[in-house]
């Protein structure tokens, strides 16, 4: 075996891995956009009117039983 094929047989692995590294984060980056705009497009639920907290509240001169 001469040079040149043992240095392009030990090349191509880790091209390999860079390639498949590249596609994975390609993948992230679009489920990502893909999943933000998803969420940009989900209406809100409707807002309920919010009800009085009766006795929710109690100042330090008012007693336990008021």
């Known amino acids: 075996m001469n040079l040149a094929t043992?240095?392009?047989a030990e090349g191509s692995p880790p091209l390999l891995l860079i390639l498949v590294g590249v596609v994975i984060?390609?993948?992230?980056?679009g489920?990502?956009?893909?999943?933000?705009?998803r969420a940009a497009r989900?209406?809100?639920?409707?807002a309920a009117t919010p009800r009085p907290r009766g006795g929710?509240?109690?100042t330090p001169d008012q007693?336990?039983?008021?």
């Open 6 to 8: 043992v240095l392009a």
């Open 63 to 66: 007693g336990p039983d008021e």
């Open 42 to 46: 989900r209406r809100n639920p409707p």
């Open 25 to 29: 984060a390609a993948l992230l980056i």
């Open 31 to 37: 489920a990502f956009w893909w999943g933000s705009r």
């Open 56 to 58: 929710s509240w109690r």
